[in-house]
Structures are given as C-alpha cells and as structure tokens.
C-alpha cells in the first residue's frame, strides 16, 4: 500500500506525550547532524537503496531514513510514501531517536502509547512499526531507519532487529563516507586556489599587476568587499594606500578610493598604531554609521556599508606593509583570521620574488637604454636632439612613465625651463614652474639636483613632505617614484637635470641608479660634439670612454654584451664584450659567428636555443636559458636575453642580447629541489615527491584506466635496534633495509621514505583489472617481505632480524586523492600491524576504525578545553593499613556523563602528543591537591604517572618546577612514576632531567617494575627513590611460585639498595598476609580501596584522617 501525499507519517503530540528535548545534548545532537549538510538535499541513491533493501528484507510495504532537525523528521529516502517530512514531537520516530536500541510496536491498537493516534486509527491503519536509531560515531542520535505495516506482527525476531540495526549503521556509514568526500573537495578547492593565485603572479605584466591579482584573490578567499594594501613610512610616520580591489559583485563597486591614495598620518588610520607596532588589528563589529573625526577614512567606509575591518601585517623588502580587509556584515567566519594569516604567508615569497625579477628587468632595460643612448649621441649634432633621444630611450626602452631635461636659467628666479620630454607625463611636467633657487617649488627633485649637484631621489612621493606643492597631479599621472640626475658644467650648480618617473615605487634601486648615472655622463659628454671637428672628435672620446666604463661595469656585473646584424633571415655576430674570456674562456678572437656558438651549445639544448633569433624577430624580445661549453670542457648554464633593433623605418636591423651565467643558481635550485624532494639518509624520494609523482600518475589512470596500487611498509622490529642502539645504528638499519626494498620493485616503480620507519611504493601500472592488479600489488608485498627478512642485517659485528607490515589500495576509484589513497593504504598497513596478516589489502569499512580514532582525539580536545577530566585517588597503605600517600589516576568525563579510564584514551592522548598539555594539567592539579592535603597531614605523598612523550618534552622540567611553586609544597611530598621502556633511551638526557628534578626534592619510582627494560643498571646509575611491583605478579602470589621468586627477590635487592617499594593490584587477604611476611612497606589495591573522586576522598579523609582505609573498601 502507498501512503498519501500530504498526510503526515506521524501526528503531532499531544499534551503530555514525547517531548522536544530542550537542553545541551540536543544543542549538541543538532550539531552533529549540521556536520553531515544532509537535511533539505534531493533523493540520492546511495540512501534510496536502503529503503529498498528494508522494505524487500523485512518484507514491510512502508520504510523510511528519516533525519530530525530542530522541527521535524525529514525524509531522505523512502519507500511507499510520498511524504516530505514530519513534525517533531510525534510518537513513532521520536521515540525512536530516544533510545540506543531499536523501537518495536507489533500492533499500535493495543499500545496505549499508539492507539490513539490518527494514522493507527484512521487510514493507513498502521498497526505495526519497527525503527532503529541512526547513531553518529560520537554518539548523537540523528535519525532513524525504519519499516511499518498496516498488519500486525507479533514475531519480529531477533535476527529482524540486528537487520534494521545494521541498515541504520551502513546509512551512517555513508554518512561519514559522504562527509570525508566533501572535505577532500575542500582540500583540492584549497589547493587549486593557491595555485592559482602562484600563478596568476608570475604571470603578471609587472609588480603592481601582481599586487591587482594578490588583492583580488584575498578578497574573494576571505569574503571581504574590500582589500588594499597600505605601507608604513617610519621616516614620516606615514601611511600610503599602495592598491585597493573592490569586489565586483559588491555594492560597493563604484566606491571611489582614489582620494585616499596619499600619504596619511598614522594617528589618523585607525589601524595605525598595530601597523606601526606590527600586530594585528581587529576593529570588531561597527554598528555606528559615524566612528567620529580622529578617523575619516574609517567614517567613509563605515558610512558605505564596511561593518568590520582586518588588518594583518607583513614585512616586504625591508619595508611593512598592511594587508586590509572590510566586510559588509560585523560577524566574520571564525577561520577568518587563519586564512588571511596564511594568505599573508604565501604571498609574501611570491610577492619578493616578483620583486627580484622586476629590479633585474629594469637594470637590464637601463642597460639597453645606456646601449642605445650611446650610439643615438654619436649621431647627434644638437644639444636637442641629444636631449630628445635621451628623454625618447629613456621612455622607450627603459620603460619610464616620463622622462624630462631641464635646464638652469641665469635670470632672477633662477629659473629651469623645460629643453625635451617624453612619455604619458608631458601635459604635468609642461605646467611645472620650478626654480633651482633654494626656495619652495626649488626644492624638488630638478631643483634639488641641480642646486647641490647630487642625484635626488624619491621613492616615496605619496608621503614625502618635500613633494607636497606637487603630490596631487603627480599621484594623478600615476606617478610613484622619481630620480633627477644633475648634468653638464664643470662647476657648481649643474648646467640641467635629467629627471624621470615611474609608476614603481619600487623603482630606481642602486643597481638601476648607478647605470642612470652613466647615462647622463654619456649625455654630458654627447652636448660638447655639435660645432667643431674637434668638438667632434671630444665626442667620439666620450663614446669610446664611455663604452670602456660599459666594459669595466660588465666585468664588474658578469654580464657579457653580444650585437648581430640581420639580413634577411640571417643573422651575422657583429660584437660581443672581451669580458667572454671571463665567462666562458674564450678571446673575442675565437669566436667566429654563429657557427661557432652552434657548436659549443649543448646538443640537448641546441633545438630550443635555436628558436632565439626567429621568436626575438616575431616578437621585438625573446628570453631562454640554455648550456654552453666552457674552454675547460665542462658546461655552463647561460640566462639569454634578445632584444630587436629597428631603423627609422621600423625595418629590423639587428639584434642586442646579453647572457648572464646562471650556473650556480642553476645548481643551487638543483639542491634546492634535492634537499625538498630526496630523503638524504636512503636517497629515496621523499613524501612531496611521492605525491608529485602520485598526482601524475592518479591523472593518467583516470584517462586510461589502467590499475594502479600503493602500498605502506612499516619495518617491524627498527624501534627495538633504534632504541638499544641508538641513533646511527638504526640509520644504517634504515639505509639496508631502503636498498633491499629498492631492488625488490620495478625500475618504473616509486618507493619513497615518508616515515621514521615508513616507506610507501607506487605502482603506476600493476594490472588491467582491479583483481589483476590486487595480485600484482599483493605479490610485489610479498615480495618485499621475503628481501627483508631472508637474511638478517649487520650493525657493527651483529646481527639483527627485520620484518615488515604492508597494507596497499587501489586506483582509480571514484573521488580518489593524493591525501585518501595514503590515509587507506596507512589504515590497511595498521590492520597488517595489529595482526591481521603481513600484507592487507584496504577495505571500506577500516574507515570506520579511522573514525573511531578521529572521534577520540576530538574528545581529549574538547575535555581538556571544557575542563571534563578528573582527578580520582587510591590510596597507599604501610604494613598496619594506615595511609601514607595515593597515587593520581586521571578520569574523563564524556559529554553524556560517562567515566573513561586511561586504556580508552591514553594510547591516542599519547600517539598525537595531546599527552603534554594533559600531562601539564595533571601535575599541576596534582600539587594543588597536595597542598590541601599537606595543611593536614604534612609526612602524605601523591604519585603521579608521567608519559614517555611527556617526559621527553622540552618543557617537562619547567612544567614540574612551576607547578611545584605555585602550588608551594615541598618537592619531595611528589613521585613521578615512569616506566622502564623510559630508560633505555638517550639514558644520559634521562639522567640530566631527572638529576634537575631530584636535585629539587623530587622523587622517582619505577612503575610496572619487572615487566620492561631487563638491565638493573639504571637503579644504580639514575635517582630512583621507589619501585613499584607489577599486579601481574602480585595477582599470582601465594599460588605460583614463579611469582613468589620474583617478588621475594625485588623485595630483598630493594632493600639491599635502600629503595621504598610499592606492591600494586593487592586484591585478596592471601596477598596481604604475603607481603606483610615478607616486609613489604607500602601496598596498594582494591583490598584497600577504590579508586575514587577527588572530592570523596577529601570529604572521607577529614572525617578519618588517621582510619585505615580498609574501612573504606567497596
């Protein structure tokens, strides 16, 4: 039968009846339910199929997975019913998601719970409901899995009940399936967006095109509506708007920011002070439409719609600079922070990188201009068209904004007149009015250089006071930066200036202003040439001088200058620099055309480097790296930069190159990428590129559909030779090992060391068929196994026994990634290491395991940050019963309000280091505690467990230290129990901590005594106080004599070196009256009392401070 569209599957509650939890756990429960985005989605499949597989199983004409928001119980998937949903506080599901087990109503007219409501006595007549609660692998109650009938049925089975219970548990299953799924979506979203943005950098036309890409990306990867850049001035405390990006889909899209483009006062930004400071800055949210005068800036945004503003601060060649971001609403995600932090971290090397290769494009533009310059003054018979050609190459070929020459004028203002410019800027430099007087519009930058005869520079035109008379129309031309290079008589002042402008306030760094500054001696020089041959010949000395500095400033900078003339598709050498013999060791002489630079090229490169003088002719420049032969017959690796020349007509003519040796860097981003991609102990691939090499060939399976495999071996046995014989043993453990498992795989194979003791293999093409491919990859396993441990390996003159656990997945499959197959076939090698056998294939449900693992460590976090562990005590008794001490065992609390005891967490706390600032928290909890304790009973000590990991930590002897002054008890009123797997590492670092802490007043004891490290050389050599016997030979004792031996002798060597004892696990009367024969001080078990609160074992200890505590026995 089907069920009506519109009727509800379940009727409203009435008075009385289930009612909407109200508290926590559903705040909590609703949660749970957001992670999965589920409610509200169209019918899938995945889900649909177990409707049907319910409904055909249990033979039932209805069944339905329904999920319950705040409202209602939503329908996912369904089978005979068109409902879409229903109420919350109905009877059925409701009662359902109450419970851990299932719901089964064999025949609703005789549940009093049931029989009124509509649907049982009004059609469908529903008389019988089964369901069961879909349960979150953390424990929230969901949603519910489950099948009706309007028959009723007084059998439904065990086998029945464990059916639905198990449909619910795979529709969980596909729950977190499908929620692993989204978040790899995210990672790979992530990952194309900053490789986007990389390139979107590299890219650009120049530095601020960057910047606009830069801006332009944080907006969109943060939401905000605004992003601009602001840079620090320290020199005028001073703040520039650099950039801005409005977003365009905002509202804000024709909001005008070129005002703000100027130098500010930092105590008129509201963020100024952080910025100078260099902290971040958070203004919250901004709900007044007027923050008041101090900041007009912020009041414009504010008033436009800016509800909240970020600002985060970096440093970039030697300058800071602040990254701004304003939000339309006052409430911010609450990774926001993080991402603009990572953004900034990103940015930074792309951004300095750009940097590099703009400040090395234009000393190569400079280089060119002084080239071309050189020649152009040669040919000139006029001071204006000296300075024509000047001011034209300068703009041209130096890639200038503007550039002008001003001459000095002897009238009464002192006057510089304009002689020549060129570029965008004509109109603003013809309505300057400038004096070299020292007056106010002569001390700009002409009037400054000609004045004092020195190079002025200005970087930062936006700020600098100086440039104030000017600063509108020139910000307005787009101009960032000048330089004003004097010129010409041989006296003070200067006879004019050549002066330009850029839209880099980057611009004009020592490299580029050093050539500058030739280019204007060569221009001095040209002026004298113009009337007389010997003015003439005064000229052509200038030119071969200043082609002599070229060659000094070339032997100086490495790089070689080269000239070749075309003819039709010819190109003939016409010059290059003598500074070749010091580049590659050859004369100018030998070098003879082209020919000669054909045969030297390495023949790997020749096809590509040949492409040079076609693709400079297409298109005017042309950039290509290749290796040419050295003198001694080694190579060396050349940067090739070709510009085109044309004459008057536009015809091409000739062509200006330099090379640059780039050898070393070359080989130094050749050790870069070994030291980033080679393990440098096995000369193995390493993780990164074992996941370049995974992404290539995961795109290449999914094209061909060629089976793949990858497999994770974990060496068993390493931690053993590590830790015995230390480090360098097991590095050699290590590099034997990698060999044999290299000779075990194919040559086309990857074997890569991501691990201490971990090694993953990709096999690119193990099969044509998943069975195919899972034999090949199993055998390949296999394999490996059989090279490790055919033949032991030698250490010194011993040998050692190695094996190995292999888990491996295969590929392609729907929705694979780099992250996923490595997290499979990781969990298959575990499933191998907890003994399922030596090589295990990945199954889908080891997910669940992962899960599991996953929902542990996410509770440690959350206990500790909501304060849900506990402190609960056992007591330590002398031989008459009475107390003496207690040892701190450590409890958690889960959110329902169950207890957990260490074996469900530690192992993980332990795993993923959360054991240090748990372990941090034990202690000092632990001292406060015994400071209460101490007021009363001054001699009672506590005993508190320490972690390997913890131990171990940097911070463990300043932790113990502080909690001990805090707390202001005396040291020695605390143990710390260590283990002796402890001790048999770096036993002289043990030494030195536990040396600090004894010299304190802290007492040792070695926990679990008799059951690790077999030495007894470290009670002799390192401070322990206590030895505490293991329950495993206390729970044997007076039956097994084996135990009986052991424990007499640990009690008899105890004595023999003055150490205190502690028996643990004291349970029967029979272990007592043992003990107490044999003279054992201190006892501890469940004959003498429980492990108990914190607060109990106060509240019974002030009523029975001296009792024994066998009174207080449970």
């Given at each position: 039968m089907t069920m009506r569209a519109g009727a509800c599957l379940l009727s409203p509650a009435k008075a009385g009846e289930a009612r909407l939890p109200s508290d926590d756990t559903e705040t909590r429960r609703l949660a749970a339910l957001g992670r999965y985005d589920i409610v509200g989605t169209p019918a899938e499949e995945s889900f649909d199929r177990f409707a049907r597989l319910a409904a055909h199983g249990l033979d039932m004409p209805i069944a339905t997975v329904s999920f319950a928001d705040a409202s209602r119980h939503w329908l996912k998937a369904k089978v005979g019913t068109d409902l879409e949903c229903m109420p919350r506080g109905t009877v059925f599901c409701e009662h359902t998601i109450g419970t851990d087990s299932p719901l089964v109503v064999p025949d609703a007219r005789e549940d009093e719970r049931f029989r009124d409501n509509p649907l049982v006595a009004d059609f469908p007549h529903i008389r019988f409901y089964a369901g069961a609660p879909i349960i979150t692998p953390d424990g929230y109650r969901i949603g519910s899995m489950c099948v009706l009938s309007p028959e009723p049925r007084a059998e439904f089975d065990a086998s029945s009940r464990k059916f639905l219970t198990e449909l619910a548990q795979s529709v969980m299953?596909?729950?977190?399936?499908?929620?692993?799924?989204?978040?790899?979506?995210?990672?790979?979203?992530?990952?194309?967006f900053w490789n986007r943005l990389s390139e979107a950098i590299a890219d650009a036309a120049n530095f601020d095109a960057a910047l606009d890409h830069a801006l332009a990306c944080c907006a969109e990867r943060a939401g905000a509506a605004i992003c601009f850049l602001v840079a620090f001035h320290p020199a005028y405390r001073m703040l520039e708007y650099v950039k801005s990006h409005i977003a365009q889909d905002s509202d804000l899209a024709d909001f005008d920011m070129t005002p703000w483009f100027a130098g500010h006062p930092v105590d008129t930004i509201s963020f100024g002070a952080a910025l100078v400071e260099g902290r971040m800055y958070d203004s919250g949210p901004m709900m007044d439409a007027d923050p008041g005068p101090a900041y007009p800036r912020l009041r414009e945004l504010v008033r436009a719609?800016?509800?909240?503003?970020?600002?985060?601060?970096?440093?970039?060649?030697?300058?800071?600079?602040?990254?701004?971001?304003?939000?339309?609403?006052?409430?911010?995600?609450?990774?926001t922070h993080g991402l603009i932090l990572e953004f900034v971290a990103r940015l930074t090397p792309l951004l300095l990188g750009r940097l590099?290769?703009?400040?090395?494009?234009?000393?190569?533009?400079?280089?060119?201009?002084?080239?071309?310059?050189?020649?152009?003054?040669?040919?000139?018979?006029t001071a204006q068209a000296v300075f024509d050609a000047?001011?034209?190459?300068?703009?041209?070929?130096?890639?200038?904004?503007?550039?002008?020459?001003?001459?000095a004028q002897h009238d009464p203002e002192k006057s510089v007149s304009l002689a020549a410019s060129a570029g965008r800027g004509t109109g603003y430099v013809a309505q300057l009015r400038l004096s070299w007087a020292d007056v106010p519009n002569g001390r700009g930058p002409a009037g400054t250089a000609i004045r004092e005869r020195r190079i002025s520079r200005w970087r930062d035109i936006a700020v600098d006071p100086r440039f104030e008379p000017w600063r509108h129309k020139a910000l307005a031309s787009g101009f960032r930066s000048c330089i004003s290079l004097p010129f010409g008589g041989a006296g003070i002042p200067a006879a004019g200036a050549l002066t330009l402008y850029s839209s880099d306030p980057m611009a004009f760094g020592e490299e580029e202003r050093d050539l500058l500054v030739e280019l204007t001696a060569n221009m001095t020089k040209a002026l004298q040439a113009f009337t007389t041959r010997q003015e003439r010949d005064d000229a052509l000395m200038a030119h071969s001088m200043s082609e002599r500095r070229i060659d000094r400033l070339l032997a100086a900078t490495g790089v070689v200058l080269y000239a070749l003339a075309l003819h039709g598709d010819e190109a003939v050498l016409v010059?290059?620099?003598?500074?070749?013999?010091?580049?590659?060791?050859?004369?100018?002489?030998?070098?003879?055309?082209?020919?000669?630079?054909?045969?030297h090229v390495h023949p790997e490169d020749l096809p590509q480097a040949a492409l040079g003088v076609p693709r400079t002719v297409e298109s005017g420049q042309f950039v290509h790296r290749y290796r040419i032969r050295h003198q001694n017959g080694g190579y060396r690796w050349i940067h090739d930069e070709k510009t085109l020349q044309r004459d008057a007509a536009g015809n091409p003519v000739g062509i200006v190159g330099v090379w640059i040796d780039i050898t070393e860097r070359r080989e130094a981003e050749e050790q870069i990428y070994r030291l980033a991609h080679i393990d440098p102990l096995t000369e193995l691939p390493n993780r990164r590129l074992l996941n370049e090499r995974l992404r290539e060939v995961l795109i290449e399976a999914r094209r061909t559909g060629v089976q793949g495999a990858l497999l994770f071996i974990d060496l068993d046995r390493f931690k053993t030779i590590n830790d015995m014989l230390g480090h360098s043993a097991g590095d050699s453990a290590l590099r034997q090992a990698?060999?044999?498992?290299?000779?075990?795989?194919?040559?086309?194979?990857t074997i890569a060391r991501v691990g201490g003791d971990e090694f993953v293999v990709l096999i690119a093409d193990a099969g044509s068929t998943v069975a195919d491919a899972a034999d090949h990859a199993a055998t390949i396993a296999r394999k490996m196994i059989d090279a490790l441990t055919a033949r032991p390996i030698s250490i010194g003159e011993r040998e050692y026994h190695l094996g190995a656990s292999i888990g491996f997945t295969m590929f392609p499959k729907p929705d694979d990634t780099i992250d996923t197959l490595i997290r499979e076939a990781d969990t298959a090698m575990y499933q191998a290491k907890a003994g399922e056998a030596d090589v295990v294939m990945f199954r889908q449900s080891m997910h669940l395991s992962i899960v599991a693992r996953h929902a542990i460590e996410d509770e440690i976090r959350s206990a500790l940050k909501a304060g849900r562990f506990e402190i609960w005590l056992q007591d330590q008794v002398e031989l008459g019963g009475k107390p003496v001490g207690a040892e701190v065992?450590?409890?958690?609390?889960?959110?329902?309000?169950?207890?957990?005891?260490?074996?469900?967490?530690?192992?993980?706390?332990?795993?993923?280091?959360?054991?240090?600032?748990?372990?941090?928290?034990?202690?000092?909890?632990?001292?406060?505690?015994?400071?209460?304790?101490?007021?009363?009973?001054?001699?009672?000590?506590?005993?508190?467990?320490?972690?390997?990991?913890?131990?171990?930590?940097?911070?463990f002897v300043t932790d113990v230290i502080a909690a001990l002054d805090i707390s202001g008890v005396p040291a020695d009123r605390l143990t710390l129990e260590i283990t002796e797997n402890l001790l048999i590492r770096d036993t002289f670092e043990i030494a030195r901590i536990m040396g600090i802490l004894a010299d304190r007043g802290v007492r040792f004891s070695v926990d679990d005594f008799g059951t690790g490290y077999s030495s007894l050389h470290y009670l002799r050599q390192l401070p322990i106080h206590e030895i505490k016997i293991d329950r495993g030979f206390i729970g044997q004792v007076p039956d097994d004599a084996s135990s009986v031996a052991i424990v007499e002798a640990i009690l008899a060597m105890a004595r023999r070196l003055d150490l205190d004892v502690v028996a643990e696990g004291v349970e029967t009367p029979e272990h007592v009256a043992f003990l107490k024969a044999r003279g054992c001080p201190r006892m501890q078990g469940y004959f003498f009392a429980c492990p108990i609160p914190v607060s109990e074992w106060l509240e019974r200890s002030a009523h029975t401070p001296d009792a024994g505590v066998a009174n207080a026995r449970r």
């Open positions: 299953t596909e729950l977190e399936l499908r929620r692993l799924n989204r978040e790899q979506a995210k990672v790979s979203a992530d990952l194309a719609g800016i509800r909240r503003q970020v600002v985060h601060p970096f440093d970039l060649a030697d300058r800071r600079f602040g990254l701004v971001l304003d939000f339309r609403s006052p409430a911010i995600a609450e990774e590099r290769e703009d400040a090395l494009e234009r000393a190569n533009r400079a280089l060119r201009t002084i080239h071309e310059a050189t020649e152009a003054f040669a040919h000139a018979t000047a001011c034209r190459l300068a703009v041209e070929t130096g890639g200038y904004n503007t550039c002008w020459v001003g001459l010059d290059m620099s003598e500074n070749i013999v010091d580049m590659l060791g050859y004369a100018t002489g030998n070098i003879r055309g082209l020919d000669w630079w054909r045969n990698a060999q044999r498992l290299r000779q075990a795989v194919r040559a086309a194979d065992l450590l409890r958690l609390r889960d959110r329902d309000g169950r207890i957990a005891v260490p074996s469900e967490f530690i192992g993980i706390a332990e795993s993923s280091g959360l054991i240090v600032p748990l372990g941090r928290w034990l202690l000092r909890e632990a001292c406060a505690l015994l400071a209460r304790a101490h007021r009363d009973r001054p001699d009672w000590r506590l005993s508190v467990n320490v972690s390997p990991r913890q131990f171990r930590d940097p911070a």
